[in-house]
């Protein structure tokens, strides 16, 4: 018998000679990873002790830029609805109500099963599309952008509840069509038409900024789908090649872009980066402490939409260097939080719909902060959790939800918040609707089935139910 030896005779030290040290192969990124997944299993617990942090990450930093929301609120809106002749704390009391809708409604979605929502994809697609529809009939027009809904002196904004709606819609059709997505006809039927007419209806109402939001919920949902790359390279040139065609048949699109690119007004006098600018000088006044609560100079009109859009630029000003990175590492914990529990689902429903979500929030407050800092165009895309904005808000409420829902059946079985709705469970027979770790540490059955051992002769007893 011949054996193959792992290394040549010539390469073995001699004796009495030391051996030379093996050249290490880690690279510095395995290094990065190994240290993050060491982090994690310090942070969190490995197997039946994990103890819920991921969990915890995501809903301290919610409610953590929710308060931070709902104060610069206040504080950027009160000068302008004095000058108005309104409460200075009007749209802060207003901003709280719908936070306290969407704070409740998060902790009823963060205890009910996930599948469950599978029986609202289609429904609520239809609804989305019917809404986006009559914004375009009945709609309010506000600077230019036709979005709005009056309910009751309420203005609701359709667009933002197609985000959710559509990030659900995708993951369930999309974990429904897992074994065909190789094939690019199953890739682009029913998903791809669906989700362009929503991004169309948005674009009728001209807002460019929530329609580049939901085509990067589309190509999220696509990519966690496993969707293979080539297309997205297609996709890529045909987002380009529209974009191009939208900014060049708008005047004012154009106008926005060179002012950008150039810095200098428009030929026809109209300085479309003014927002931008004064947002630059509220920031660099704010120095590394800022100015103090409340003592913001550019909310006094010289910053439009200052307590939306733009309200972080009042962050860097009243609060300084040191609160903009406040809410820098809030999103980053929140992210890393997610992406935990993006990397832990199996089910593919699970995987593309938390995936989808960390794109959307993470991706949404990317762009607002890039166009407050002048890195992209001005475009009217609100920061998640902390503009104003109550269908914004309400709807990112809704979304982290439904991803605790998925990190709270990562933890350990006894301390799991308990559900608050067991929807989709049967009482006799049938699927529970329990997750595999529920399964797994479910005792054996005592239904009080016959066995097959010898019978006994002993007296007759009746088991007591445990309770």
Known sequence: MVSTPTRSPASRPRAGKPASPVKSTITLPDRIRGWYQAFWSTLEGTGTSKNGSTYYLILGSTLALTAIGIMMVLSASSVESIAAGKSPYGDALKQGMFAAIGIFTMFVLSRINVVWLKRLAWPGLGGALVLLVLVQLIGDEVNGNKNWIDLGGITF??????????????????????????????????????????????????????????????????????????????????????????????????????????GQSCADGIDANYQATNGLYGLASGGWFGV?????????????????????????????????????????????????????????????????????????????MAVVTGLMPVIGVPLPFISYGGSALLMSLCAVGVVLSLAREQMAPALRPKKLLKFGTKKAGGSTGST?????????????????????????????KRT
Not at 199 to 212: F, H, S
Not at 226 to 245: I, S
Not at 246 to 252: E, F, G, K, Q, V
Not at 301 to 324: C, K, M, Q, R, Y
Request: glycine share 10%; hydrophobic share 50%.
């Open 436 to 464: 595999a770790a529920d399964r797994k540490t479910a005792g054996p059955k005592t239904t009080g089935a016959k066995t097959t051992g010898p019978k006994t002769t002993g007296p007759k007893t009746t088991a007591r």
């Open 157 to 262: 904004q359709p667009s933002e509840a197609s985000k959710l709606t559509l990030a659900l819609w995708m993951a369930t059709v999309l974990a429904r069509k897992g074994k065909l997505l190789h094939r690019w006809p199953h890739v682009l039927i029913p998903a791809v038409p669906l989700a362009g007419g929503v991004i169309g209806l948005v674009l009728l109402g001209n807002d460019l900024g929530t329609a580049m939001i939901i085509m990067m919920i589309t190509a999220a949902a696509l990519f966690f789908a496993g969707v293979p790359l080539y297309l997205f390279g297609f996709a890529a040139l045909a987002a380009a090649a529209g974009t191009a065609v939208m900014a060049i048949t708008s005047s004012n699109r154009m106008c926005r872009i060179t002012s950008w690119w150039t």
């Open 292 to 368: 103090g609560l409340g003592q913001s100079r550019q909310k006094y009109s010289w910053i439009p939409e200052a307590h939306n859009d733009f309200i972080f630029a009042i962050i860097g000003e009243e609060l300084g260097l040191v609160g903009t990175v406040v809410v820098l590492v809030l999103f980053a914990i929140l992210g890393a939080a997610i992406y935990r529990v993006v990397v832990a689902q199996e089910d593919m429903f699970h995987r593309v719909l938390a995936g989808t979500i960390m794109v959307w929030l993470l991706g949404q407050a990317t762009v607002n």
